[in-house]
């Protein structure tokens, strides 16, 4: 069972398309971080957020931190075929150790031109 | 490419057998970190090692070791292997044991038959 659940599974959109990716626990963590994946490459750092409410952005990518910091969502506006890739968000309960980050199962993205 | 390094980059073995993944971090981090990818389970922290002393484990089978070398190198010993195993290994590495950012290599994937 995944500590964190994210939803949808998989996601195909058209080129221009804006896409939404949740990620929810009934745990509480001290920070959450996004990752995206790509065949064949190791999980790359997208963000990190740390306070309950908090939202960063970078460039079309948003990043939501739950108020409870238990749940997070990330979404992109006008999608790119860039963007296609596996996101993953990964939770972490403790600040002595990065390692112990729980990940969630991923969300598949593929945008289409 | 983050800078991490790991070989070999496939691996097909049989069933019984024994193999080593070897990582090499990023120059200058000393904490390494293994997980495990497969599709049912996704990303798994394995183990975790710092200065070439282990620092936190996870759900690591007993059939797996791994340690750390005073060059900071690092290797992935799995044993006695069941087609179960077959699955992504990756390693990550990070300046300090307690650090909220680590970068992946692009992992060793491993095919058990």
């Known amino acids: 069972t995944q500590l964190l659940e994210q939803s949808p599974q998989f996601l195909s959109i058209q080129e221009g398309e804006n896409l939404t990716v949740y990620c929810n626990s009934s745990?509480?963590?001290?920070?959450l971080q996004w990752y995206r994946q790509e065949p064949g490459e190791g999980p790359v750092l997208l963000v990190t957020?740390?306070?309950?409410?908090e939202v960063k952005k970078l460039k079309r990518l948003t990043f939501q931190f739950g108020d409870a910091r238990k749940d997070s969502s990330l979404h992109i506006t006008a999608a790119q075929p860039g963007d296609t890739g596996l996101y993953l968000c990964a939770g972490s309960m403790t600040t002595d150790s990065w390692g112990k980050l729980q990940f969630g199962a991923g969300t598949q993205v593929v945008v289409t031109p | 490419d983050s800078g991490v390094t790991q070989t070999p980059k496939h691996l097909i073995t049989a069933t019984g057998q024994r193999v080593t993944l070897r990582c090499s971090p990023r120059s200058g981090d000393l904490s390494v970190y293994w997980y495990q990818q497969s599709l049912d389970q996704g990303l798994q922290f394995l183990i975790q090692?710092?200065?070439?002393?282990?620092?936190a484990k996870g759900n690591i089978l007993e059939r797996f070791s791994a340690q750390q070398f005073p060059d900071l190198h690092s290797e992935l010993n799995l044993s006695s292997l069941e087609l179960g195993d077959s699955a992504l290994y990756f390693c990550?590495?990070?300046?300090?044991?307690?650090?909220?950012?680590?970068?992946f290599g692009q992992g060793t994937r491993l095919t058990v038959v």
């Open positions: 090692y710092y200065n070439g002393e282990e620092r």
């Open positions: 957020v740390v306070t309950g409410g």
């Open positions: 990550a590495s990070s300046v300090e044991g307690g650090a909220s950012v680590a970068f």
């Open positions: 745990s509480v963590f001290s920070s």
